[in-house]
């Protein structure tokens, strides 16, 4: 499986790359765009995970696709920068000129999308869940290199691969005005129809994991399933350690009693328990009396006198003469392959197997099973036996107490530094709350969305939630900064000019986030397909319904 993930990671990465350059390559209709664009997103890249070598030192399941993901996020710096030098060219200009106006109209804008996405990113470093936080770290990082790359190694590439001759100046095919008004009445009260049916269901959405079905299917989990299916237990008991073999016996006594006891309100999950005890011989003291009895019948002088007459009987009193001298056989005296199963490496502790009634495939059996065993260990206290737990549901458990615990926390913090980073560029509480304004009703109606769709939140894709607040701000900075540069009247010459620019790289943000589509891994299929919805909604509130939003302000303040 971790192979089969590896595999996964890297197609992943190189299919957002590959889809990335068609991308720009289709939209700007410059074959020298993607190398241009993507020269420079390599170098952010790269500069990423050698700061993650530095720093954290490897990646895991969920930030292992961040290659993807940051060259998706990653390379819209470099479109909006391509998109303008090219919008400047066709002014007439020459290339250094057209340069500095790309450079000085689109880094404003590009810093506050990368404060307010890096920012969202390095919230989730509290997290006390790890997948979280080192996602966090290495997002935010990736969208502040790739910022830097994108206006250190672009710029000089543009000023080396393009010819200095100064081009015509093209007709204005894109001359200003505003949005048709029954057309933006119709836009926004559609989206604010929508946004309104995700605020009514953003408690409807539920939080639920099923670890087996989140794994996916491949040959690892078939035979898994498999084995699980023929030996009818599994593979995943809890296992209690305890000093001695007397001590694992008492453990299974009242783990027993639990089970038949219960906890209280609800029946006990305790299924099956095996010590080593069970290999040896059982209720040895019962048994004493009766061999004791039969060896002094077996010794009686009359049954050598049948012995003498009949051959076969008197091999047969042998026999059971030698039986009834037998002894119970200790630990020491079981086969090495079984009496290893029952000892810790050390061979001086005894473990105990507790099996529970059902697979817990779910993150509520996970956490009824941990409530099991917490009981079972607050009885093993109190019979003053010394005993340390372990169990990977217990781990799903607590990782999934984690998660519920940061995500809420995570998705308040993220809209606050979005508005922390607006503030500081437009440094009016009004232009502010403009430019958030397509944020929230892109983000509702991603609930919307996802509530029609019967999406549910799991540990993978509720971290989509707080990088799609991120990432759907970008857009709108973009559009407002263009707007504020061309005046009123212009939002038709922004929705033609910086909407272009928006919807590639939303495209490429979305290659990044959906590559992962491709995993075996149903965890991180989940979190892409969520992101790619997540993604639409905010580019759809940004470029359409906001611009509309504009033009109707406009007509409101005339």
């Keep these: 499986q971790h192979r089969i993930m590896l595999t996964d990671l890297r197609t992943a990465s190189f299919l957002a790359l590959g889809l990335g350059v068609l991308i720009v390559a289709s939209f700007t209709r410059r074959l020298r765009a993607p190398f241009l664009i993507g020269a420079s997103l390599i170098c952010g890249v790269v500069w990423t995970f050698a700061v993650t070598e530095l720093s954290i030192g490897q990646v895991n399941i969920i930030t292992g696709f961040l290659v993807a993901v940051i060259i998706g996020l990653g390379i ?61 770290m290495i997002a935010g990082t990736g969208v502040l290199l790739t910022l830097l790359s994108s206006f250190t190694v672009l710029p000089p590439l543009l000023l080396l691969a393009t010819p200095k001759k100064t081009a015509a100046p093209a007709p204005n095919l894109n001359p200003k005005g505003s949005l048709p008004p029954a057309l933006c009445w119709s836009v926004v009260a559609v989206l604010l129809l929508v946004a309104a049916a995700g605020a009514v269901s953003v408690t409807d959405i539920p939080f639920r994991n099923n670890f087996r079905e989140l794994r996916g299917h491949s040959e690892a989990t078939e035979f898994l399933e498999y084995v699980d299916k023929n030996l009818g237990l599994g593979f995943n008991p809890a296992v209690i350690v305890v000093p001695t073999a007397k001590d694992a016996q008492k453990t299974k006594e009242i783990a027993l009693e639990q089970q038949q006891e219960g906890l209280g309100d609800r029946d006990s999950r305790i299924d099956r328990v095996l010590t080593i005890s069970d290999l040896l011989p059982s209720h040895v003291e019962a048994h004493r009396p009766k061999i004791a009895r039969l060896r002094e019948l077996l010794a009686d002088p009359k049954l050598d006198k049948a012995e003498e007459k009949d051959g076969d009987r008197a091999e047969q009193l042998k026999e059971a003469r030698q039986m009834v001298k037998a002894v119970p056989w200790t630990v020491s005296e079981l086969p090495e392959q079984l009496r290893r199963r029952f000892t810790t490496l050390s061979k001086d502790k005894y473990l105990v197997y507790v099996w529970p009634d059902e697979h817990n495939n779910s993150d509520y059996q996970a956490m009824a099973w941990e409530d099991e065993l917490d009981a079972l260990s607050a009885r093993l206290d109190k019979a003053k036996i010394d005993h340390r737990v372990g169990d990977e549901t217990l781990i799903l458990a607590w990782v999934t107490r984690l998660v519920l615990h940061d995500g809420p926390r995570l998705l308040l913090l993220a809209v606050g530094v979005v508005i922390l980073f607006l503030l500081v560029d437009f440094r009016s509480a009004k232009k502010t709350a403009l430019v958030f304004l397509p944020l929230a009703v892109g983000m509702l109606g991603f609930v919307a969305v996802m509530r029609l769709l019967g999406i549910e939140l799991n540990m993978f894709n509720l971290i989509v939630l707080p990088s799609v607040i991120g990432i759907g701000i970008d857009n709108a900075v973009h559009i407002y900064h263009r707007y504020t ?74």
Excluded: W
């Design 76 to 136: 819209d710096f470099g479109v909006h920068l391509f998109v303008r030098f090219n919008q400047e060219r066709q002014k007439g200009i020459g290339v250094e000129e057209a340069v500095v106006e790309a450079v000085c109209g689109t880094l404003p804008p590009a810093m506050t999308s990368a404060m307010t996405t890096a920012g969202t990113f390095y919230s989730f470093s509290i997290a006390d869940f790890r997948g979280f936080s080192e996602f966090g």
């Design 485 to 558: 540069t061309e005046g009123p009247g212009s939002t038709r010459l922004v929705v033609q000019k910086t909407g272009m620019a928006a919807l590639i790289a939303s495209l490429t943000t979305a290659v990044g986030f959906g590559s992962s589509l491709i995993s075996h891994h149903s965890g991180l299929q989940q979190l892409g397909g969520t992101a790619l919805i997540g993604i639409a909604m905010t580019f759809i509130a940004a470029v359409i319904f906001f611009p509309c939003a504009l033009s109707l302000i406009e007509r409101y303040k005339k």
